[in-house]
């Protein structure tokens, strides 16, 4: 069973890039963004609470934080793929007393290792469909008809925390509290770099083939067919 942390600045493609793994491995995706996301449009006090943050591109704070994935987890059936969480020491230290305590250790942890300058362009040009959720990139892969969704025609958004004030901030807590990341999963054995820099298909061949490696051997096409851990 896969159990893999997704680490990267923002801006490397973590989302897009779990959406598909989760699928083609049969993995849950389980994004702290995309939950504190739903809770802030459900307006739970949850919601009410991290917007404060997320608006300025600040942390939520560990404890909030680290509860919310864990309860996520215990819910998981089967592998999982985390993405956006842990992002910082202390969320990284109560993830691994949890999961030693469940007895199931992670399997390992990506990292997608991408220049910062190019996080930053791609950023710009995010955009997500605000009907079906797919998301764009009107830098690097313009729709067919602008402003709307190449899937389903719905109006393409960017997310406020991608304006330009709140990305410089996350990438300065990018730098102070997630990459000591990197070192602390590397003094584990447990890091895996996949380059990040390159198409979406080819990043997903990149980050499947490590993960087909991790479940032992099957190939990364089977995996894009949908075989199951
Ligand atoms: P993301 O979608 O992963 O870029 O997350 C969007 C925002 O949600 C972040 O800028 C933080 O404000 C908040 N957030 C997501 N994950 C975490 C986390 N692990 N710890 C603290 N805040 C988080």
Do not use: W
Not at 20 to 26: I, N, Q, S, T
Request: contains cysteine; negative net charge.
């Amino acid at each position: 069973m896969l159990r893999v942390v997704l680490l990267g600045p923002p801006g490397a493609g973590k989302g897009t890039q779990a959406k598909r793994l989760g699928e083609a491995f049969g993995a849950e995706h389980i994004s702290s963004g995309e939950i504190f996301r739903a809770n802030v449009q459900e307006g739970t006090e949850l919601g009410r609470m991290a917007k404060t943050y997320m608006d300025v591109g600040d942390l939520v704070p560990d404890d909030v934080t680290t509860r919310m994935v864990v309860e996520a987890l215990s819910r998981a059936r089967g592998g999982y793929l985390l993405d956006g969480f842990p992002r910082t020491i202390p969320q990284a230290e109560a993830l691994e007393r949890e999961l030693n305590d469940r007895g199931e250790p992670l399997s390992a942890v990506l990292a997608f290792v991408l220049d910062l300058e190019i996080a930053v362009k791609r950023i710009a040009g995010r955009r997500t469909c605000s009907a079906c959720g797919r998301p764009d990139n009107v830098e690097f892969d313009p729709p067919k008809v602008p402003g709307r969704c190449d899937a389903c025609g719905g109006t393409l958004e960017q997310r406020s925390d991608d304006e330009e004030g709140p990305v410089r901030r996350r990438l300065e807590v990018y730098r102070e509290s997630t990459e000591p990341l990197l070192k602390f999963y590397s003094e584990r054995g447990m890091l895996r770099e996949i380059d990040a820099d390159g198409s979406e298909d080819e990043v997903f061949e990149r980050a499947s083939a490590a993960l087909a490696d991790l479940r032992g051997g099957a190939s990364s096409a089977e995996a894009s067919r949908g075989a199951r851990p």
